[in-house]
């Protein structure tokens, strides 16, 4: 894997529009548990896969949210206050000094992020896209302002909205993406931007099946740009990119880091 590294450095050294898409794989090295992959044998049950455990079409769409605005806010909050006590991973850390490096020579540096955790934010990266929301702001239902809860757990759920305290219907729902709900329209437009002019993708931790983030790399490639994967799985990707690097983030993107600082 030197050689692979080696080459990944030069292409992140020289490159004018750098684009990471980032997914949940990123973060299990802080202890967050991804949503699909292989059963991992080492880890105990309720470290497995998190779509192993629990259905999606009962937690993570805006009907089943409807049809019980408790048990999913419940769910949601368990999340939120797992994500608030992660702490970000040499993976994270490691693209915050990528991003810094490309600020340095006036390189572009944009990171796109399927996670609702703000762990690269926690990192020190700046130039972050959440695709998906995040986890850790809520809003309301009724008129859409939005709230950050504290460190303890909600006290009721669903949690009534202070903003609208009228209003018998608002109640606090996570600021994530379900599916079947658009990706923020500025989300959207600042990705556009972003790929357009990108030469070098890289595609870290995310098992590429959910869209519209799994195709952006057809995008990337299309125009042009090198391509990167970073993940200990092969995915659908695995066989289009240019260097697959066989790995886990936390441990290959420091080697990266390392070969950078030469
Ligand atoms: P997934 O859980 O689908 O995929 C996680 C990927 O991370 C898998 O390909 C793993 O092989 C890989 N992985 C595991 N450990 C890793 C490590 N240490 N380093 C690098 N990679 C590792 O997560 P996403 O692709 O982010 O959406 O999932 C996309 C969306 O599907 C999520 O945002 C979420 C989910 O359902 C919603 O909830 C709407």
Redesign the pocket.
């Known amino acids: 894997m030197d050689d692979q590294i080696d080459q990944v450095a030069e292409m992140i050294r020289t490159a004018e529009s750098i684009v990471v898409l ?5 973060s ?2 802080s202890g967050l548990r ?5 059963s991992q044998a080492d880890l105990p049950a309720n470290m497995q ?3 192993k455990e629990f259905d ?1 079409i009962k937690l ?1 769409t805006p009907e089943a949210f409807d049809a019980d605005p408790a048990g999913v806010s419940k769910w949601y909050d368990w999340r939120r206050l797992g994500c608030l006590a992660a702490e970000p991973n040499p ?1 994270h850390t490691s693209l915050a000094e990528i991003e810094r490096r490309a600020a340095a020579r006036s390189a572009r540096f944009t990171l796109l992020t ?3 955790d703000r762990l690269h934010q926690k990192a020190g990266c700046r130039n972050v896209v959440e ?2 929301g995040s986890i850790i702001q809520w809003r309301c239902t009724s008129c859409e302002t939005k709230v950050t809860p504290g460190l303890d757990p909600m006290p009721a759920f669903p949690q009534r909205s202070s903003c609208c305290p009228t209003d018998q219907k608002a109640i606090l729902r996570p600021d ?4 079947g709900e658009a990706l923020p329209f500025e989300a959207l437009r600042a990705t556009d931007e972003a790929l357009a002019t990108c030469d070098l993708f890289l595609s ?7 869209h519209p ?1 799994a195709s952006f790399i057809q995008v990337a490639a299309g125009n042009g740009a090198h391509t990167v994967e ?4 092969a ?1 659908p990707i695995s066989r289009m990119v240019d260097v697959s690097l066989r ?6 993107l420091p080697r990266i880091v390392e070969a950078l600082r030469g």
């Open positions: 980032t997914g949940a794989g990123i299990a090295e991804t949503f699909r992959g292989a896969a998190l779509w999606p993570a993976g399927q996670n609702v695709l998906h994530v993406v379900w599916f870290i931790g995310t098992s590429s099946v959910v983030a970073i993940n200990p799985e995915t790995g886990k983030s936390g441990e290959v």
